[in-house]
């Protein structure tokens, strides 16, 4: 009797933690929620508004200056643009307010089961009561924010990207005798796509639910996943309570990806230049689907629609930007996945056996890799400052430039230098992955496990693989250094001195200005992500601030001036 006592003192403990837990929480979500929520749903809707007349002169301006179409495809285009556009505000309005309602409920709710990971038992109360609340409002604005930076930054990198392309490369170009076909294909796969993918959602959704439970309950009575710790026990009944409510988001974002991949027909349409491998392509996106979502819920392979094939050749897809959608994107599909990999994104969590807490653990999380990364551009820039390779009044330019005047030194050649230095150190320590400024390794087995973070890691382990076969000497590694930082700028790269040198041998200066394109490449498109800019808008505030203490001229007004910015 007394052997049982502890396990039942242990259990007691557990149910009223949770119960505790979700006081807290539902109080939390009900005082701060829709504070949250409405500061995110308004502030989102008014960067939309504000913006949406420019985002318009933006798009026309640049459909009439690149040189990447020819003028049917210009024209078909701007016929487009109302449809796209108002696409874009409805879903946009309404994902800000789901988003919004959302963040606003789930976050303070998360944040009071979040506190029992601390290891004080006083603070893991103090925790349940505070976290989650002003951090809540916080995080609302930090949201608002990246989501302009998108807007009104990212976006218009994109359409400058668009418009300064030589007229050298591939010209893209529409037959008139196309634009009937693919409104026709466009049109059937609204009509044909959206009903069978949320007739498929909803059938198997039921499914879905009860696996989901079968799998947790299992893990909660046989103590693997996430119920092998004790205190991470309430966060994983939370997740039993709320696995309804992923179910639903999962239908609902497999319905609204429905739609585009339905669009993409005319695309389709377009690349092949044949109507009939568009409606291939509709009707095959519903087997697609439906075996995708079979081979995720555990069920039996293969599907009952039929799946035509809609591309002449196999599309090729490299596998330095693989993100691998799922188990049967390895042999099962091939041939047939369009550019979207994932046909109808249902967004399902694995059924699989859970990972353990401490697993979780062990991977590397995104955040690391980001502040990693915004420290190493930090640690560069004081490095070329007290080389008077790069100055403050770049550093302010930079800071207080209008769109479009941003300095390119600045904005990409001092994180790209930055991350030039990391890939030379992993090459150094003989490193199968990435090695950054702290010494912390990423591998592909302790790599976050983040759909973002696998577009540029095959990538970059590719450029790394290339540079440690063509063995740079000294003198080229400063001459790519020297590329990497100042791009075109001739001037600047003959003011530096850095004991650098041309190859003569032309096929070797290829391959170096080859890797610094590429490098320059991702770099431009890591510059476009969420909290990138707000992130390496402090690393120059505290560069600012570093030139001023070296200069002794810090003063509070001058903080205060920087920190304003």
């Not at 690391?368 to 009044?393: F, H, Y």
Request: hydrophobic share 45%; charged share 20%.
């Amino acid at each position: 009797m007394l052997n049982v006592l502890p396990d039942w003192l242990k259990i007691v403990y557990v149910v009223f933690a949770f119960c505790s837990a979700l006081f807290f929480g539902a109080f939390k979500s009900l005082l701060v929620g829709p504070i949250a929520a409405l500061i995110l749903i308004v502030g989102n809707v008014v960067v939309i508004l504000a913006l949406f007349p420019t985002h318009v002169a933006w798009t026309v301006y640049t459909l009439l200056k690149t040189h990447r179409f020819d003028a049917p495809l210009k024209v078909a285009f701007l016929f487009g643009v109302p449809a796209l556009f108002g696409l874009w505000l409805s879903l946009s309005i309404g994902g800000s307010v789901l988003v919004g309602v959302g963040y606003g409920f789930f976050a303070p709710l998360i944040s009071s089961f979040e506190a029992f990971r601390q290891e004080d038992e006083s603070h893991k109360f103090f925790h349940s009561i505070v976290d989650g609340t002003w951090g809540t409002i916080k995080g609302s604005c930090t949201v608002v924010r990246d989501f302009a930076d998108i807007c009104y930054h990212s976006y218009p990198l994109y359409l400058k990207e668009l418009r300064e392309t030589p007229a050298s490369n591939e010209l893209r170009t529409l037959r008139l005798i196309h634009v009937p076909a693919c409104i026709i294909v466009g049109l059937l796969g609204l009509i044909v796509d959206v009903p069978l993918y949320t007739a498929i959602a909803i059938i198997k959704s039921p499914y879905m639910l009860f696996k989901g439970w079968q799998r947790l309950i299992h893990d909660l009575i046989s103590r693997e996943g996430p119920f092998l710790e004790t205190a991470c026990i309430p966060i994983a009944g939370l997740t039993i309570l709320v696995w309804p409510i992923v179910v639903i988001g999962s239908v609902i974002m497999a319905i609204v990806s429905s739609i585009f991949i339905g669009l993409y027909g005319s695309a389709i349409v377009y690349q092949e230049r044949s109507f009939k491998r568009g409606v291939a392509y509709v009707i095959a996106m519903v087997a697609e689907f439906d075996e995708y979502t079979n081979d995720w819920l555990y069920l039996r392979e293969g599907s009952i629609f039929p799946k035509p094939k809609y591309r002449k050749k196999r599309v090729s897809h490299s596998p330095d930007v693989s993100v691998g959608g799922s188990r049967s994107s390895e042999g099962k599909h091939s041939g047939h996945h369009h550019p979207m990999q994932a046909p109808g994104v249902m967004l399902m969590p694995t059924l699989s056996s859970s990972r353990s807490v401490r697993e979780v653990i062990r991977e590397v999380k995104m955040v690391q890799v980001w502040e990693n990364l915004m420290q190493s551009s930090e640690s560069v820039g004081k490095e070329l400052l007290d080389a008077n390779v790069i100055t403050p009044g770049e550093l302010y330019d930079w800071l207080n430039a209008k769109k479009g005047n941003e300095s390119a030194i600045i904005g990409i050649g001092l994180p790209c230098y930055s991350f030039f230095q990391n890939l030379l150190r992993s090459i150094k320590v003989g490193s199968e992955g990435l090695v950054l400024l702290d010494g912390l390794e990423i591998t592909h087995l302790n790599r976050p496990q983040d759909r973002l973070l696998d577009w540029f890691f095959h990538p970059i382990m590719v450029i790394k693989e290339q540079i440690r076969v063509i063995q740079l000497s000294e003198g080229e590694i400063r001459y790519l250094e020297k590329v990497i930082l100042f791009g075109s700028d001739s001037q600047r790269m003959k003011s530096w001195d850095n004991g650098s040198y041309e190859p003569e041998d032309t096929l070797r200066l290829a391959q170096i200005q080859g890797i610094s394109r590429r490098l320059i490449g991702l770099t431009r498109g890591a510059s476009k992500l969420p909290t990138y800019r707000r992130k390496y808008r402090q690393v120059i505030k505290k560069l600012i601030l570093y030139c001023m203490a070296k200069d002794g001229t810090t003063r509070s007004m001058s903080m205060r001036s920087v920190a304003s910015v």
